[in-house]
Every structure is written in structure tokens, then in C-alpha cells.
């Protein structure tokens, strides 16, 4: 091997390079009174470099700087060394997750998947399975927890009963998540924490037919104060394993939807070491939801851009699939409820007035499509205190404020959200996954006309994401779902439109990505620093097998990632 012997300056120390490396290391020396300043890049390079970019869209080599940004992005003459040495693969800007939830995912991970269950039997085996591997647990003091039951794949709503007909578990306490999270469903060991007589609660739901068991949405706090709740050293190993599954699909970033103030401060105080290896835009959710906390949290941007906490979460509705989420006229399948207001009209605008005022950018969990009016409402009156002289959309684009989930918008509202610029943060899989029945609750007109927009809100400058653990994190799947309108799990559509559901509303593939990676940076305040592959940008970028342009669409619902660097480190390969 060939070395390169570097004089000495100052002290006696001697640097060897290979030449190999001297190829991948641009630097320089600078000399100033006996004091070696050595600064160098290392250089990558790929079959082709995807930087969406609009100067140049497509290179084959960058250059990242110690300071984990990119310091120089090229395209290597063909026939050099730099092109030839030329790893295998095709890189592009790692993608980001615009609506997550970081430690319930790494939650779920560690606790009972209901995700796909069919039957009670079947809950019962995996809860059964999850019980036999874990000893000790459904104890008083660790509850047995679990997400992902459907009361339409099991057929009916299910109570504490149905838990306690298996003898193994009737004396633990059990609490499973619906598959949205806006429900939960309990064992009789919890139900007896809880007074015999519990009163309707505003803004929730007690299901009391054909039994006692589940609590959805306000209703769910009263068994949430009873939970005992994991210590930081459980929560940090949460955090790990959630980290190192969104590396595995190519997740560089991801906004998280609701942390609140003692997350935060362990957040703080992990960013940036070995095992934090994505970045976290974290909205602030105090802990009574919709309330103002500022005492509790101060706005904060770490140097290395691995934690960002600027924004609040706050919840105007619940979910469609539990008849939650709040909507104008009545449900079309339960013509006796409309849903549920998680806070009524005016204390919205106040919570979103004080957070503005505070300098947080305000997210509101709205889904259906009263929800989303009085979200916008809401955003609108801040605006108007915020920037009396100013065009709304002017001092949107300072703000930008957005409305989670953005599920069902009324026409008029919709016509808002253009002219003001409000930022629809969507999730591409949602519609795929309640095509199956959202025609049910809303109707056919209602459907067409406000349901699960996309590409007619494309100028609003939308955030692409999961809502995992609801969804799985998988972008590709959510970019298959943007672009066919078809569920990534089945390939398929509705019975009625088997080969995709309203596809007027379908991205192209371009304006899919676009929306995993610019998205989240203009809806996060990254802007030119995530999301793209260029000269001052964070380090982050993935490695394919094949450029995502190349693919045959169907490949898109099982795409393995081949590596992903965050801040020019490797932080998942595929083959190791």
C-alpha cells in the first residue's frame, strides 16, 4: 500500500494516509504560530445522486464537511478515479416523516402488536404470547399494553369480558390502543380502579354496549392517570428501538405530534449522543391536552439541528373510525352522533392566540371537517392579531401554521386553506387504510367533495407522513399510497374502484418525494437545510439499490433501503 507521510509541526506528530483515503479527503493546512489547523471533507460518490435540487437535480458525488453538512456537490468526470471508485448505488436526500410519535412507537415495539387481528381468539393469543415471554408483567405496577384492535375487524366493540373468557388473563391488567389511538380497551382489573359510576365525559366517549371496556378520546384520561407510566430508562430504550427501525426504512427525520414537557427534557438531554440517529422536530402537548403551558417549555434549536422544539400540538377532534372526529352534519352510518369536539370553538382560538404570542408555530389535530373550520378559524384570528398590516398569506408564510391530518374539509374551508397558504399535514396511508369504510360514514357527496385531499392542495405546500405507530413508518408505502391511491399492504383499491380510490387525488412520484422531504422542511423551519443534496445542508442521504424513477411502481410497497447516513454518519446498512 501507498502512504503518504505528512511533516510534523508543533509536537512530534506524524499523520499517514492511504492514497486511497487521499482521494476521499480534500483538505487543507494552515500553519499560524506553530498551530496545525487541519479542516478536511470526506467525499462520496454514487452511480447517480438524486439532490432535489432544481440547479442541478441529479450528480454522483458530494462532499461532507466535520461539522456533518454537505460542503460540495458534484458531478465527477467519467473516466476519473472519483467516478470509477464510485460506490454501488443510488443516493438521495433522506426522507423525513412529517407526523409521528416517537415513544409510542418505540412503545409499541415492546408490547403487544394487534395490528391485522381478526377475531377476539386472535387478540387473546397475542396478548396470551406477549404475557408467557414477558414474566411478571400485567401486574398492578406494568400493565400488559398493546396497540392496533378494529372493532370492524372484530365485528363488534369490545369489552372488559371479552379479555377476562380467557382464564390466563383475568387478574391482569390489560390496556390495548384502538388502531387509531383515539380509543382504549381495558381489563376488568382496571375497570375496578375506576368508580362504579362514571359520568359522561365532554369531548369523549364510554362505551357502555353491549359492555364496559373501552374509553376513546377526553375519556381516556381518567384510565390514563391510573396507568403506571414507564421511568426514563424504559422510555430511552423506547427511543432506541424507534430510531433504529425508522434508520431501517430510510427515515432520517420525523415530526413528532405530541411530547410533552418531561419528554422534552429527556429529549434534551439524549440528543446528539451515539443512539439518537434521527432528527426530531418535536410539538409541544402540555399535559392536560389543550391548554397553555409556556412555564413549562421554552422554545429550543440544538446546535447540531438533532432536536428542534418550536411548535404545539392541539387537538380539536378524535378519529372517523371511532365516530370522533367532528363533523357538520351527522354521521351517515350513525345519523345520532356528528362526533366529538376534544375543545370547543373559542378555546381553540385562545390556546392558538397564547402559543402564537409565545413564538410556537401552532399544529391543530383536526379531522373531520368542523374540526378542520374551527382549526382555521382558529389559525385565521392568530394571524390577524399577529400581523394586523399584512396580508394573511404574507404572515402565514412567517408562521406557518397547519392542521393535522387535514382529513375532511368542507369546500368553503378548502378554498381557505388556498388562499391563506394553511399547511396540510397528511398522511397518504390514512385514506388507504379507511377507504374501506369511510364511504360508510360520510356519504358519497361528502366523500367526493372534502375527503382526504392531496393533489388539490398541492399550493399549499403539504407535509407527507405516517402517524405511526398508527401506520406503519414505511415512507415507500406512503408514497405508494400518494401515488395509486392503493393500500401498500394489498396493492389493491376499494371493491368498487380496485385500482385506486378517487385517484384524481393521487400524486405523481416526484410530488410524492417532495412531499417526505421539502414538505416537512418548509413545515418544520428547515427549509434548505433537510429534505435536499446541496452545499450548507445537514448530511443526511439514503442509499438505493435502484433510483425510485426506475421502479416499477408495484416494487415501491416492498423497497429495502441499502444504507442511511444522518450528519454524514452510517447509521443503518442493510448488510451489516
Not at 381553540?348 to 397564547?354: G, R
Request: charged share 25%; with cysteine.
Amino acid at each position: 500500500m501507498d502512504w503518504l507521510r505528512l511533516p510534523t509541526f508543533g509536537r512530534d506528530t506524524v499523520w499517514l494516509y492511504s492514497s486511497a483515503v487521499i482521494v476521499a479527503l480534500a483538505g487543507f493546512i494552515k500553519i499560524r504560530q506553530g498551530v496545525v489547523d487541519y479542516t478536511y471533507t470526506e467525499t462520496h460518490c454514487y452511480q447517480s445522486v438524486r439532490t432535489n435540487s432544481l440547479v442541478e437535480p441529479y450528480v454522483n458525488c458530494f462532499s461532507v464537511s466535520p461539522t456533518g453538512k454537505f460542503s460540495k456537490v458534484f458531478q465527477a468526470e467519467e473516466g476519473t478515479e472519483l467516478a470509477q471508485n464510485a460506490s454501488p448505488g443510488f443516493a438521495m436526500p433522506g426522507l423525513w416523516d412529517g407526523h409521528g410519535h416517537l415513544l409510542q412507537y418505540g412503545e409499541f415495539l415492546n408490547s403487544v402488536d394487534l395490528f391485522g387481528s381478526t377475531s377476539m381468539d386472535d387478540v387473546r393469543s397475542r396478548v396470551r404470547g406477549y404475557v408467557d415471554q414477558k414474566p411478571g408483567v400485567g401486574s398492578k405496577e406494568e400493565w400488559v399494553r398493546g396497540v392496533g384492535w378494529d372493532q370492524m375487524a372484530l365485528g363488534k366493540m369490545p369489552t372488559a369480558d371479552d379479555l377476562t373468557a380467557d382464564e390466563e388473563l383475568n387478574d391482569l391488567y390489560i390496556m390495548l390502543d384502538r388502531v387509531d389511538v383515539h380509543c382504549i380497551w381495558v381489563s376488568q382489573a382496571v375497570l375496578n380502579l375506576l368508580p362504579e359510576s362514571i359520568p359522561d365525559i365532554p369531548g369523549g366517549e364510554i362505551i357502555r354496549e353491549p359492555g364496559m371496556g373501552v374509553f376513546c378520546d377526553n375519556a381516556m384520561d381518567m384510565v390514563m392517570a391510573l396507568w403506571p407510566k414507564p421511568d426514563d430508562e424504559k422510555k430511552q430504550k423506547f427511543l432506541k428501538s424507534a430510531m433504529g427501525k425508522l434508520n431501517e426504512v430510510g427515515l432520517v427525520g420525523m415530526h413528532d405530534a405530541g411530547v410533552t414537557p418531561g419528554n422534552l427534557k429527556l429529549y434534551k438531554s439524549l440528543a446528539g449522543n451515539d443512539d439518537w440517529t434521527v432528527r426530531v422536530y418535536a410539538m409541544v402537548e402540555c399535559y392536560e391536552r389543550n391548554t397553555f403551558c409556556p412555564d413549562e417549555v421554552d422554545r429550543y434549536t440544538s446546535p447540531d439541528g438533532f432536536l428542534s422544539i418550536q411548535s404545539v400540538k392541539l387537538f380539536a377532534d378524535g378519529a372517523l373510525g371511532s365516530w370522533g372526529s367532528a363533523l357538520i352534519d351527522p354521521y351517515t352510518d350513525r345519523p345520532d352522533t356528528s362526533g366529538s369536539l376534544l375543545v370547543n370553538a373559542s378555546e381553540l382560538v385562545y390556546d392558538t392566540i397564547a402559543w402564537a404570542n409565545e413564538g410556537f408555530q401552532v399544529n391543530i389535530h383536526a379531522i373531520g371537517d368542523l374540526a378542520n373550520r374551527y382549526a382555521m378559524d382558529a389559525i385565521i384570528a392568530s394571524l390577524r392579531l399577529l400581523c394586523p398590516n399584512e396580508p394573511l398569506s404574507v404572515c402565514q408564510s412567517y408562521h406557518r401554521f397547519r392542521i393535522e391530518h387535514s382529513q375532511i374539509i368542507h369546500p368553503d374551508d378548502q378554498a381557505r386553506m388556498h388562499a391563506v397558504g394553511i399547511i396540510p399535514s397528511i398522511q397518504p396511508t390514512h385514506a388507504t387504510s379507511d377507504m374501506a369504510y369511510a364511504e360508510k360514514r360520510l356519504g358519497a357527496e361528502r366523500t367526493a367533495k372534502e375527503a382526504y385531499r392531496m393533489r388539490s392542495v398541492l399550493d399549499a405546500k403539504p407535509v407527507l407522513g405516517s402517524d405511526f405507530p398508527v401506520e406503519p413508518p414505511n415512507p415507500f408505502q406512503g408514497i405508494y399510497a400518494a401515488i395509486t391511491r392503493r393500500s401498500p399492504h394489498t396493492g389493491k383499491g376499494t371493491d368498487d374502484a380496485p385500482d385506486g380510490w378517487h385517484t384524481e387525488e393521487a400524486l405523481d412520484l416526484d410530488q410524492a418525494i417532495r412531499g417526505f422531504t421539502e414538505g416537512p422542511a418548509y413545515g418544520g423551519f428547515t427549509k434548505g437545510k433537510t429534505g435536499v443534496i446541496k452545499p450548507g445542508a445537514y448530511a443526511d442521504w439514503i442509499v438505493l439499490d435502484a433510483p425510485l424513477e426506475s421502479l416499477d411502481v408495484e416494487d415501491l410497497r416492498s423497497l429495502k433501503v441499502k444504507e442511511t447516513w444522518v450528519g454524514g454518519k452510517k447509521v443503518y446498512s442493510r448488510d451489516e
